[in-house]
C-alpha cells in the first residue's frame, strides 16, 4: 500500500452529514425531516463536483433505510455509494460499503452474498489496518454464521472481534469510544444469544450486561433496543436477574425493547423482538399471549420480505397449539 492518504469526503461535508445521521438516530428529528436535510446536502455536492460527497449521502440513506427495514433501498443506495467510491479510487469508504451491503444481504438471508461482502470489507479493512472496520465486520460475520446455526464458528469469529474491540481499537476521542461501545454492545449481544442456546446461561447474563452498559454508554436508542430484547431472553431461562439492579419482571425488558425500536421505525427488530417475546411467553405457560405476539412477527416479517424469520415464527407457533 501507498502511505498517500486515501480519497474521502471532506470532512466538513461528513460532519454536517452524520449531524443529521446522529439526530435522527437520537431521535430527535423525524426520518422526513432527515431525508430532506441529506437530499439538500446531496443537491450542494451535485453544485460543487463532489462525487464522493455525494457517495457519503447515499451511503447514509442506505443506512437509515435498513434501520427502518427498507432493504432494497438500502441496496440501491450503498450499490450507488460504492460504485462512486470505487470509481474515485476511495478503497476504505469501498470497504465500508461493502460491509453494510453485506448485513443488508444477511438480514434478507442472502447469506452467500453476505458473506462475500463481510470477506471483502474485512480484508479491505486489514489492508488499510483499520481495527475498527475489521470489528464491525468480524461482528457481522458472527451474526451471520449465527442466522446458519454455526454455532461454534460465530462463537469463534465474535470472540476475535471483542477481542480486537477491547485490545486493539485505540478509541482516543468521545466520538470513537462511543463508536466502539455502540459495536461491543452488538458484539456482546451476539455472544450472550449463542451462550444462551447452549444453555451456559450465566456467561449468557454476563455478556448480556456488557451488551446493556455498551449500551447505556452509546447513548444509541437502537442498541438499548438489543440490549433490553437479550436480557429478555437470559431472565427468561434463569427466571430472575442475579443483580438487584436489573428487574425480575421479564416483559419489562420486551417492552422496553419494542419501545426502542418503534423510536427509530426499526421494524424488522420490532418483529424479532416479537418472536423473542412470544417463546419468552411460551415458556411461561402463556400459551395464548404467545401466539398473539407470533402472530404479530409473522405479518412484519412477511410484508418485510424476511421469510426465514416469518418461517421460524410459524414454525414457534405450531409448538403451542
Not at 52 to 61: D, H, P, Q, R
Request: proline share 1%; net charge negative.
Amino acid at each position: 500500500m501507498t502511505n498517500r492518504p486515501l480519497p474521502d469526503i471532506d470532512e466538513a461535508f461528513r460532519n454536517r452529514v452524520n449531524e443529521i445521521y446522529e439526530a435522527w438516530h437520537q431521535n430527535t428529528i423525524p426520518f422526513a425531516e432527515a431525508s430532506q436535510h441529506l437530499e439538500a446536502l446531496r443537491q450542494e455536492a451535485l453544485e460543487d463536483a463532489n462525487a464522493l460527497n455525494e457517495a457519503g449521502i447515499y451511503n447514509i440513506l442506505g443506512i437509515i433505510h435498513g434501520y427502518r427495514s427498507k432493504y432494497d433501498n438500502s441496496i440501491i443506495n450503498f450499490d450507488r455509494a460504492r460504485a462512486i467510491y470505487e470509481n474515485e479510487g476511495a478503497l476504505r469508504r469501498t470497504a465500508t460499503v461493502d460491509l453494510n451491503l453485506g448485513e443488508t444481504y444477511r438480514l434478507l438471508g442472502n447469506f452467500t452474498r453476505a458473506k462475500s461482502y463481510f470477506h471483502k470489507a474485512y480484508e479491505g479493512a486489514k489492508s488499510f489496518e483499520d481495527v475498527a472496520l475489521q470489528v464491525v465486520a468480524l461482528g457481522n460475520e458472527g451474526q451471520m454464521w449465527i442466522s446458519l446455526k454455526s454455532y461454534d464458528k460465530a462463537r469463534e469469529t465474535l470472540e476475535k472481534a471483542l477481542d480486537l474491540g477491547l485490545n486493539a481499537w485505540q478509541a482516543d476521542d468521545d466520538r470513537n469510544q462511543i463508536r466502539r461501545a455502540d459495536q461491543l454492545c452488538e458484539v456482546y449481544h451476539a455472544l450472550a444469544s449463542i451462550e444462551l442456546q447452549a444453555g451456559q446461561t450465566q456467561v449468557a447474563w454476563d455478556y448480556a450486561v456488557a451488551s446493556y452498559e455498551n449500551a447505556e454508554y452509546s447513548g444509541r436508542i437502537l442498541r438499548m433496543g438489543y440490549a433490553n430484547r437479550i436480557l429478555g431472553d437470559v431472565v427468561t431461562e434463569l427466571g430472575n436477574a442475579p443483580h438487584d439492579e436489573f428487574t425480575d419482571n421479564i416483559d419489562y425488558y420486551y417492552d422496553e425493547a419494542m419501545s426502542a425500536f418503534k423510536q427509530v421505525k426499526a421494524e424488522g427488530e420490532v418483529g424479532k423482538t416479537l418472536l423473542s417475546q412470544g417463546q419468552s411467553l411460551a415458556k411461561r405457560g402463556k400459551k395464548r399471549a404467545a401466539i398473539n405476539k407470533y402472530q404479530q412477527a409473522m405479518v412484519i416479517f412477511t410484508r418485510l420480505g424476511m421469510m426465514d424469520d416469518a418461517a421460524e415464527a410459524a414454525q414457534a407457533q405450531t409448538t403451542v397449539i
